[in-house]
Each structure stands twice: as structure tokens, then as C-alpha cells.
């Protein structure tokens, strides 16, 4: 069964291999973190749990809940809920973001942290969030349309077609 829960000190060793497997791909990473937390994992804690009360929150950032997805005990990915939108994100990035490691992909892993982090906006009082992805990213298109996003448009970000869905909660 899959969890999702705050990353805790003794996730620290699979939670940076993870981060690097998923850096190695191209991606941001595992872990989001910035350049002063990637020697202290305790900082990053402290920070994810300071960004989920809106506290301390770094310029730019907004109020956000990060949790990792636990599969048997393991760490499968991520997911990271922003509780508002700033315009970075309402443009680019949208209110969630998930990943998976590369070994637990095609399990339906994604499918299952998107509704439990639809569930959780629910409680935020969110009505519509937003979530993008790639053109190209044919496994998150299936994911987000599969908990019924609506496709708004398509914007270019960085040299790549970025999709723009909402998701109505209500």
C-alpha cells in the first residue's frame, strides 16, 4: 500500500540516492532542494515543515506540503503541494508536482499520489488546482487526465511545450 508522509532524518540516505537518480535524468531532483540544505538534511526537514505552515518562506516560494511516497518501506517518489499560486506557477508549474523513481514506475504509483494529493487540496480549500507536464511526458498526461484534467493550454517553458491542466474539486 502506498503512503504518503513528511520525510523524516532517517530517510535521509535513499531519500539523496533517490534525488540523484532522478537528477541524472534531467529532473530537478527528489528532494527541491536549495543550495544551503544539501549538506544539512535536517535544514531541508525544518524547511518542508516550516513551508507547510507558510512560514519562513523563502523568496518566491510559496506555502507548500511535501511529502514522500513510501511503497513496502521503500521511497517510490514524491509529491509536492503548493497551496497557492504564485505566477511562476500559475503560468509553469501549478499547484503539484510529483515524480517516481525510475524502478516503481508502470505500477500506477503516480495515479495513486495524484488522488491523495487531490484529496489533501480538497482540505486546503482549494476548488481547481493546476498541474503541468511536458508535452513529451506521455505517463503524466495519462495520470492528470485520468483524475479528469481538463487541458487549458500549452505554453513553451525553457525550450519545451509545457501542458496546462485543471482539475475542478469541487
Given at each position: 500500500m502506498l503512503i504518503l508522509r513528511e520525510l523524516v532524518l532517517?530517510?535521509?540516505?535513499?531519500?539523496?540516492l533517490a534525488h540523484h537518480e532522478l537528477e541524472s535524468e534531467g529532473h530537478d531532483g527528489f528532494l527541491l532542494f536549495e543550495p544551503d540544505e544539501i549538506e544539512d538534511f535536517a535544514t531541508l526537514i525544518q524547511r518542508r515543515s516550516d513551508s507547510k505552515l507558510g512560514i519562513n518562506l523563502l523568496p518566491g516560494k510559496v506555502a507548500a506540503t511535501f511529502w514522500i511516497a513510501e511503497l513496502a518501506g521503500q521511497l517510490a517518489g514524491r509529491v509536492s503541494i503548493r497551496h497557492e499560486l504564485n505566477d511562476f506557477l500559475y503560468n509553469f508549474g501549478g499547484h503539484?508536482?510529483?515524480?517516481?523513481?525510475?524502478?516503481?514506475?508502470?505500477l500506477g504509483l503516480a495515479t495513486q499520489m495524484l488522488a491523495q494529493a487531490l484529496d489533501y487540496c480538497k482540505t486546503l480549500g482549494l476548488d481547481q488546482v493546476l498541474l503541468t507536464c511536458n508535452e513529451d511526458n506521455l505517463g503524466s498526461i495519462k495520470v492528470i487526465e485520468s483524475r479528469g484534467g481538463i487541458l487549458e493550454n500549452k505554453v513553451l517553458y525553457e525550450g519545451a511545450l509545457l501542458r496546462r491542466y485543471w482539475i475542478d474539486l469541487a
Open positions: 532517517s530517510d535521509e540516505v535513499e531519500a539523496r503539484i508536482g510529483y515524480m517516481v523513481r525510475p524502478r516503481f514506475r508502470r
